[in-house]
């Protein structure tokens, strides 16, 4: 949600609050963001970030989302046009994301909005709340926002779809094992990656898959820690499609070891809908004194693919636009204390992001995990900086006379806005919203549940979101 929106209509007293106001409020959202991903991660892994987006995302959509369209209704500042265009903009994103998945850009997409937005809250937070603070009048803050964007290489978006765990007495003793996910629609003609990881097995040798010199799948290659393996060709494997028939497993030539501490997987492309599981022959070698536990990731193509020279244009855009940054920061360090304080907390957020993947066994990919990161950060900043907003202007000013013809809508708004109805509504909002991402996530619900709570599926509102928060800048309303 964009912070712009909150109680849009208070008025505003000319003061400048110390430095100490806005970083209160940081490292609040800071602490606040750490203990909600602990906590998520202690109870349900990495599947736990991913229900907490959706949960507390929710009510960020919707609320978001009431505010923007009150302009609407009134017509302001050109909005029913603006409304329009970026209507079309999120469904042409939307088209393009279900053909092409192109999560990785999304990830930057909304980096950008939240990015912009955590800067505009620390400027309306120091400024006491006027009506707009302008993100880009602090030096530097363009090319930073960038340089951050740019960082990520190709293979930083992967993201995982599915993860299953399962221990060495799960598997079959007969060679070939099968391992179940929740069905992924739509799958037919996608490019997926699997791998299979046994973590904190850094020189055991209790296991091993198999693989084949010969290309027996030309949609694909075996990966040993994310990279080509020249050893072979293939890894001997089967996906599993809901409802179908186990077709004829095969044997390969080549010993793969599973244990170890390093990822096993192969790149393929589904040949049907409904993807929900891979066969794989995973076989005893040495005898351990302990269990073994895997993981099973599902994970996305990388991005788009792209050329070399882009790959080189990226690095050289890195560099010059990080010799900016810093010109900016140390030319005048005393002028531009508030970009110091942005980087600051950027690079506070992302050790914190590390901390967090160092207590989980199953960390999969760094990048989509900072992202959730970020996104969590942003939800609770919101919270954090509405509340500090709403305290500071308790008093909103009543509707002008011309909005009476929208009442309606204007008077639900005025509602909204008394600091004891907005918490109210929101502890709502996300209590309906956890009921049911728990019932999709825990309790098996419908799957026609995916479109509101899957995480993949939440993506699209997100999208949605962002989009919606480039606005025309309002036109004053005349109280007089």
């Known amino acids: 949600m964009s912070s712009v929106s909150v109680a849009e209509n208070l008025s505003v007293p000319p003061m400048q609050a110390p430095l100490s106001v806005p970083l209160r409020n940081i490292s609040l959202t800071l602490a606040l963001t750490v203990a909600t991903l602990s906590v998520a991660g202690l109870l349900a892994r990495e599947q736990g970030y991913e229900m907490v987006i959706v949960t507390m995302g929710w009510p960020h959509v919707i609320l978001g989302f009431i505010f923007f369209f009150g302009k609407v209704v009134r017509g302001e500042a050109s909005m029913r046009r603006a409304f329009a265009m970026l209507g079309l903009l999120t469904l042409a994103i939307w088209i393009v994301h279900y053909n092409y998945a192109i999560t990785g850009l999304i990830y930057l997409y909304f980096l950008y909005h939240a990015f912009r937005d955590e800067i505009f809250v620390f400027l309306q937070t120091r400024a006491r709340h006027p009506p707009r603070s302008n993100v880009f009048a602090i030096a530097g803050v363009a090319p930073a926002i960038l340089l951050m964007l740019l960082l990520p290489q190709q293979k930083s978006f992967r993201h995982d779809l599915r993860r299953t765990e399962f221990t060495d007495a799960q598997v079959a003793r007969a060679g070939w094992s099968l391992i179940p996910f929740k069905a992924v ?86 040949e049907q809908d409904n993807l929900d599981g891979i066969w794989m022959p995973i076989n005893p070698l040495e005898a351990s004194n302990s269990s073994t536990n895997f993981v099973l990731h599902l994970a996305s193509p990388p991005l788009l693919p792209f050329p070399g020279w882009l790959e080189e244009l990226r690095l050289l855009l890195v560099v010059l636009l990080a010799a900016v940054v810093l010109w900016k920061l140390l030319v005048r360090p005393k002028q531009n204390t508030q970009l110091w304080i942005c980087l600051v907390v950027v690079v506070v957020g992302l050790y914190g992001t590390q901390a967090i993947l160092k207590s989980s066994n199953n960390a999969g990919y760094h990048f989509p995990l900072i992202f959730q990161f970020v996104v969590v950060f942003h939800y609770w900043s919101w919270y954090v900086f509405s509340f500090d907003k709403l305290r500071a202007l308790p008093q909103p000013k009543p509707i002008p006379p011309r ?78």
């Not at 030309?218 to 820690?225: E, I, Y």
């Open 185 to 270: 629609p739509n799958s037919r003609g996608r490019e997926f990656y699997f791998y299979l990881e046994a973590p904190h097995t850094a020189g055991v040798r209790a296991f091993t898959t198999q693989a084949t010199t010969t290309d027996t799948r030309s949609d694909g290659a075996v990966l040993v820690n994310d990279r080509r393996w020249p050893q072979a060709a293939d890894l001997v494997f089967l996906p599993h499609y809901a409802g179908s028939a186990l077709a004829s497993l095969t044997t390969g030539d080549v010993p793969v070891l599973l244990t170890g501490g390093h990822r096993v997987g192969q790149t393929f492309r589904a």
């Open 403 to 480: 909005t009476l013809a929208v009442g309606w809508y204007d008077r639900a708004l005025a509602r909204l806005r008394p600091a004891r109805n907005f918490w109210l509504t929101v502890i709502m909002l996300n209590l309906i919203s956890a009921a049911g991402v728990f019932w999709y996530y825990k309790l098996g619900g419908p799957l026609a549940l995916r479109f509101g709570f899957d995480y993949n599926y939440f993506l699209y509102f997100l999208v949605f979101h962002v989009t919606f928060s480039f606005s025309p800048k309002p036109r004053a309303i005349s109280t007089g």
